[in-house]
């Protein structure tokens, strides 16, 4: 696609629920990034994904946060057991690294709601 | 402490007014990239403006220019003729490479308001 697609749009879960969000990023970007925006804050970073390289997962909030990303391209984002402080928006971005000014291109993000 | 501040959680400005969004940054990097992304209600990042840190020319696209002060730390916005649709949420940025890996971290954002 043209942009980073983010998939679902919406998730409405019951707490202690499992929920999997998923990512596919831009054509040919080797960077992807996951953020937690929660409502009118800034973008708090979750993890970092370059290439075939280890990933960052220093932003993880707790061990019920896990990514993965299959060759190279789609990410999925999965919350084990869901807490009502997880709700908030989870913003994928991509980025092209080698090249330009490395801007981050964002998807529309998946608004979680965990009642 | 913070590496990515903005002071002003909301501003308003008249139309075709200029205004200035602040934002102060902290890195003991030499190489880093600074960028500015505006937030629609709509919910969608969208990319205005990029500074790097070697550049010695201010960083300008239409009417976004980025008002860059190395000693400051500072990498302030300044939008010209300000116009309705550019009420959102405007957030500064910073790349820096941390154990081998490039992080962009963003600030709390700014909340402009454009008053017809």
């Known amino acids: 696609g043209a942009g980073v697609s983010q998939s679902p749009s919406n998730k409405v879960t019951e707490k202690g629920k499992d929920v999997e969000l998923r990512c596919d990023p831009i054509?040919?970007?080797?960077?992807l990034y996951w953020y937690r925006q929660s409502l009118g804050q800034g973008l708090e970073f979750l993890i970092y994904?370059?290439?075939?390289?280890?990933?960052?997962k220093s932003g993880l909030p707790s061990d019920r946060f896990s990514a993965e990303r299959t060759g190279g391209s789609v990410s999925t984002l999965t919350i084990q057991r869901t807490q009502q402080e997880d709700s908030a928006v989870y913003l994928c971005?991509?980025?092209?690294?080698?090249?330009?000014?490395?801007?981050?291109?964002f998807g529309e993000g998946s608004r979680l709601t965990v009642l | 402490a913070q590496k990515i501040t903005q002071t002003q959680p909301g501003m308003f400005v008249q139309e075709k007014e200029a205004v200035t969004l602040d934002c102060t940054y902290d890195?003991?990097?030499?190489?880093?990239?600074l960028f500015w992304y505006k937030q629609p209600s709509s919910g969608e990042m969208i990319f205005l403006i990029y500074?790097?840190?070697?550049?010695?020319q201010n960083a300008t696209e239409g009417r976004y220019s980025l008002n860059f002060q190395k000693a400051r730390k500072s990498a302030n916005l300044v939008i010209s003729a300000s116009q309705l649709g550019d009420s959102a949420m405007y957030f500064c940025?910073?790349?820096?490479?941390?154990?081998?890996?490039?992080?962009?971290?963003f600030g709390t954002g700014t909340r402009l308001k454009v008053l017809a």
């Open positions: 940025a910073m790349r820096e490479k941390s154990s081998g890996t490039y992080k962009y971290i």
């Open positions: 994904f370059q290439g075939n390289s280890a990933p960052d």
């Open positions: 054509s040919g970007h080797t960077a």
């Open positions: 500074q790097g840190s070697y550049d010695e």
């Open positions: 971005a991509s980025s092209f690294r080698t090249g330009g000014t490395g801007e981050l291109f």
């Open positions: 890195t003991s990097d030499q190489s880093y990239g």
